[in-house]
């Protein structure tokens, strides 16, 4: 807020507050018969509705620190407590030494400050806050919650390191491939080992550029502009065949099952995606001469859509994490493969913004299942797709179950989920 602005509202406070905001009349006797929940007998009605029409967290003192007023915010944010039988008081030490300040010598104050959201000290809120005087007989406190845009401004910091130190390692490949193909010119037969890394290298770069801008893409606010009702039969036979020439050469069959004519309402070209993300994973941590088993099924007004491999599993300590960005369980496998460690990363975003979720189970040594949950198309409903609310009505076809060949996978009521951050 600017000082201007607080300048006006401190003083149309302070001259409403007037001399009614005394100490002696706040500590008597008769005021702690009963524990209210602040001190509103400090604050006029007049001045409580200008503090009404505050967007930030307020919290008014008189000019010994005491609360006289505060805000739901401000119980909300951690910055006041009431312990029980007792008034409200300032949560932190370090708000309590400034609004003192400021109620001896006046002025303005401004601070960032960290503060426990719970006397139990679970979670942090990091807020602004901003102390003046209110004439000689007060102090207001007004403060904003920052807490999510240093999150998202830490999580951008990291990603960019990530992403830094991702394409530094395939790019020093290639450079350093280039300079000794340079020196082997005089050998054909080295010259064409070289070529044929560096294409490796190139291919994983590629693929590591095209998952950024995937991912970006899905983290766009208007991801889901383009949403329709969308067939997940044909969602699956895509996430197939873009998988098909991968699947042949490494040896591993892939069964599709489960019903049919099941749809919901979102983007077909972003499920697609999604699916042949998890149908690819399965396919890369998968021995050869095994299967992946794609199922479908209703189960509750979602549709679930199962891929289950037979492959090598992830420890449980590993399976918490499988969704964050850039995360690997076997870096070795994955450079090897090419892998970047964003395409789970892009299948929860996908999963998120068309109102689902995705789970995991797995076992070491027996294999996993990744289960995309999404809400189903029905005759009429309202579906929450991102940020905005639809109605959709439609008829969705008479389903069948044939369950694909040996998937045994568990039914998720059974299983734990493993959902990352």
């Known amino acids: 807020m600017p000082q201007s602005a607080l300048l006006l509202l401190a003083a149309a406070i302070g001259l409403v507050i007037g001399v009614v905001a005394t100490s002696a ?30 967007s930030s967290a307020y919290v008014v003192l008189d000019s010994v620190g005491d609360v006289l007023r505060a805000s739901p915010m ?62 000689e007989h007060g102090v207001l406190l007004l403060a904003d919650d920052l807490t999510r845009a240093v999150r998202v401004e830490e999580t951008r910091r990291d990603f960019v390191a990530n992403v830094s130190h991702e394409l530094k390692t395939p790019v020093g490949a290639i450079t350093l491939l280039a300079e000794t193909m340079e020196d082997a010119a005089e050998d054909p037969d080295a010259v064409r080992r070289f070529a044929e890394r560096m294409q490796t290298e190139t291919r994983r770069l590629s693929h590591l550029v095209q998952e950024i801008i995937e991912l970006s893409r899905v983290q766009g606010s208007s991801a889901l502009t383009d949403a329709e009702p969308v067939e997940i039969d044909e969602v699956v036979e895509e996430a197939v065949a873009l998988n098909r020439n991968f699947a042949l050469g490494s040896n591993i069959e892939v069964a599709v099952g489960g019903s049919s004519g099941l749809r919901v ?32 099924r209703r189960d509750g007004g979602m549709v679930e859509v199962s891929v289950k491999d037979q492959g090598i599993g ?32 892009i299948v929860k975003h996908i999963a998120t913004d068309h109102g689902g979720e995705v789970t995991a189970w797995s076992m070491k040594g027996q294999g996993s ?35 694909a ?9 059974d299983r734990p989920s493993g959902k990352g951050s």
Do not use: C, W
């Open 314 to 345: 992830i420890a449980k300590y590993h399976l918490e994490r499988v969704f964050e960005r850039f995360f690997r369980v076997d870096r070795a496998r994955s450079r090897s493969t090419g892998g970047s460690g964003l395409g789970l990363a």
């Open 405 to 413: 060949p040996g998937d045994e996978r568990p039914r998720p009521s």
């Open 74 to 135: 401000a119980y909300s944010y951690g910055i006041v407590r009431a312990a029980e039988g007792d008034y409200p008081r300032l949560a932190s030490t370090q708000l309590m030494e400034l609004a003192s300040d400021v109620g001896r010598n006046g002025g303005f104050r401004d601070e960032r400050l960290t503060v426990r959201r719970s006397a139990q000290g679970d979670t942090d809120a990091v807020i602004d806050v901003r102390i003046g005087a209110l004439g």
């Open 369 to 403: 299942t990744f289960t995309l949950r999404l809400p189903e198309m029905g005759r009429t409903e309202t579906i929450t797709v991102g940020s905005r609310t639809l109605e959709v009505s439609a008829n969705p076809r008479t389903t069948a179950s044939t369950d």
């Open 25 to 54: 009349l706040r500590r008597s006797e008769s005021r702690r018969a009963e524990k209210p929940a602040v001190r509103d007998e400090g604050v006029p009605e007049a001045a409580a509705e200008v503090l009404a029409i505050l």
């Open 265 to 296: 309402f979102g983007s077909s070209s972003m499920l697609t995606t999604a699916l042949s993300n998890l149908i690819s994973n399965a396919i890369t941590y998968s021995d050869p001469h095994t299967r992946v088993g794609i199922s479908v």
